[in-house]
């Protein structure tokens, strides 16, 4: 009985590792995921500047 106190100690432990690895993976996607948001955004802005100005030069 003395052995499956261990097992499941080193069994919990690695489940206790695995959520903080999933957790950090899934920080990282949507860190990456906003900052991808953030430079659409910001090209799509970029782009309406500029097809204002165009359209301001010709008229």
Same mark, same amino acid.
């Given at each position: &009985? ?5 097992? #499941?100690? *080193?069994?919990? &432990? ?5 959520? !903080?690895?999933? #957790?950090?993976?899934?920080?990282? &996607?949507?860190?990456? $995921? ?7 955004? &910001?090209?799509? $802005?970029?782009? *309406?500047?500029?097809?204002? $100005?165009?359209?301001?030069?010709? !008229?």
């Amino acid at each position: &009985m003395g052995t499956r106190g261990v097992i #499941s100690d *080193k069994w919990s &432990m690695r489940v206790l590792w695995l959520c !903080a690895i999933g #957790s950090a993976v899934g920080l990282y &996607m949507v860190a990456v $995921e906003r900052q991808t948001q953030n430079r659409n955004r &910001m090209l799509a $802005e970029n782009l *309406k500047a500029m097809e204002g $100005e165009g359209s301001g030069e010709h !008229a």
